[in-house]
């Protein structure tokens, strides 16, 4: 079965930083990958997915993350923090176009001002 | 506003009574998805519909739980005889099956409290 593992419950970067949001996945197949955002008493939010090609992949709030199939790692990164990142984040797997999507469980960043 | 939309947004009852949720998916959207959130997990996967057809149900799904997309454009999600481990969110998404792989576009969720 698949299944998506964020290792980290909280991660803390000062505003103007790079940041980085782990994320691993177990999946036969080919997988499809995608990073969602939760910010308080709001649905969750779509950044960005992997489906094929470019292993770098570019998102929404200029968020980009990073498909390592050696690795099974998916990690989530922008170049400079800023302090309305701050949210819970949810990588999220899926075995194909017909599949279910399972979501890790999750990833609060903190950015400090 | 054109998103998913969820009714209603928070949901307090008594253990044993019935709770009946509803979710309208994007117009054009063919695929819709119900999840449940627990406080500091992700969302997990209860069911979902391709037009008015139900494809798949979790394990989570119990016998009290039933889902129904009747016209293929709006959903509910009933819980019978609730029991405190059911409150939770309860998300809603939705999704355009075309070639290209869409991402799902969530609800803001309802919130489920049983007392």
């Known amino acids: 079965a698949q299944s998506v593992a964020q290792p980290e419950d909280q991660v803390n970067v000062a505003e103007g930083n790079p940041l980085t949001v782990k994320c691993t996945y177990s999946v036969s197949g080919n997988p499809y990958l995608f990073w969602y955002v939760q910010y308080p008493n709001r649905g969750l939010q779509f950044l960005l997915k992997y489906i094929t090609g470019d292993n770098l992949v570019k998102g929404s709030y200029g968020f980009e993350a990073e498909f390592n199939k050696s690795q099974t790692s998916f990690h989530l990164k922008k170049p400079s923090a800023l302090v309305s990142d701050s949210a819970l984040y949810f990588c999220a797997v899926m075995r194909g176009r017909d599949d279910k999507i399972i979501f890790g469980k999750g990833t609060r960043l903190h950015i400090l001002p | 506003d054109t998103g998913v939309s969820q009714d209603p947004r928070h949901k307090i009852t008594k253990r044993g009574q019935n709770v009946t949720f509803r979710c309208d998916p994007i117009s054009e959207h063919n695929r819709l998805y119900w999840y449940r959130q627990t406080l500091g997990q992700g969302p997990e996967f209860l069911t979902y519909f391709q037009n008015e057809a139900q494809l798949e149900k979790s394990r989570l799904l119990s016998d009290r739980f039933s889902a129904e997309r009747p016209k293929g454009s709006f959903s509910t999600l009933e819980i019978q005889r609730t029991e405190q481990g059911d409150s939770a969110m309860y998300l809603c998404?939705?999704?355009?099956?075309?070639?290209?792989?869409?991402?799902?576009?969530f609800g803001p969720g309802t919130r489920l409290t049983v007392l």
């Open positions: 998404a939705s999704t355009a099956r075309l070639l290209e792989l869409d991402e799902q576009f």
